[in-house]
Structures are given as structure tokens and as C-alpha cells.
């Protein structure tokens, strides 16, 4: 490969991974937190174990530390649903458990320089877990200013930004 991987390329790489396995895929087809790391030019993926995404996270920023990665890339799904009313009944309820809610992953690669490739995709289904529709893109976050978090900042959490 004559192109060095950077982070769109890593981006666009796991982010097209994911839709495919959702687009071929039933019911039961969800990804776990996935981490993803570029050392040396090569591409790999490292599966983490761990009780809270707060684990999670040490973990990953203890292994990019370790393998001395150039790039990595974080992927996972989540439920997202509408703000209701506070007297509303449904507000009490959590995402995962309302019949209104939207499935998304997000994706997120980064570099030890700050540059950052990252987007939302929804995944439409029944309630019954059928996908219905096309995956669709709900926000591309390329070159926003406020997008911080966790999934950002795996570099800086490992002391290597």
C-alpha cells in the first residue's frame, strides 16, 4: 500500500466494516466496543474485557500505550431516544427499553497529532430487532470543534498525545 493509513483511512476502514456486518445481518447482529490500532503501518484488532466502559477505556489507552500505536479507532453501538416531557411515563424508561428508540454506532480514529475522523450511523429496526431500511448516516462529525469524549481522547488517556 503506497498511501500511509491515516485517520479518515482508518475511520472509513471500520466504519465500512460495521455496515456491512449490520446490512448482512438479522436481529441478533450488535457490535461490542471494538478497538481498533495502527503500529508500524499494520491494522489490528484487539478485543478488551471489561466490567464498565470506564475499565474499558484504561484498558485501551494501557495497550495503545504498549503497542506504541500511531492511529487507532473505536467503534460501539448505543441506544438513542427523544427527551419526553418530565410528568411523561416513557421518560422514566431507558433507551434500551423504549419502543421509540434509534440504534446507532459510533465511530471514532485518531492520530497522536489531534486528527480526528468520526460519525454516527443509525441502524433502523422493528421493535422486534428486525432491521428495516437502508443504515443510514445520522451525523458526520468530520471537523467539529465540540466533539470530546472518551473515545477522543484514548491518546491522551495513554500519555501519548
Known sequence: MDKTMDAHALHDLVAGMHMSYYETGG???QIDMMLCA???????????????HDEWYAKAA????GLDAE????ASEAWLATAKP???????LTPSQRSDRMEVVATV?????????SSVKM????????????????????GFDGA?????SIFEMAGLA
Open 123 to 142: 441502524i433502523e429496526r422493528h421493535a422486534e430487532g428486525e432491521r428495516i431500511g437502508a443504515v443510514r448516516s445520522l451525523t458526520d462529525c468530520d
Open 27 to 29: 436481529p441478533d447482529r
Open 62 to 65: 494501557h495497550v495503545l500505550r
Open 38 to 52: 495502527v503500529v508500524r503501518g499494520r491494522v489490528g484488532f484487539v478485543e478488551l474485557e471489561a466490567g464498565s
Open 86 to 92: 418530565v410528568g411523561d411515563p416513557v421518560n422514566r
Open 71 to 74: 492511529l487507532y479507532c473505536v
Open 109 to 117: 480514529a485518531a492520530d497522536r497529532q489531534g486528527n480526528v475522523a
Open 148 to 152: 470530546e469524549g472518551r473515545m477522543f
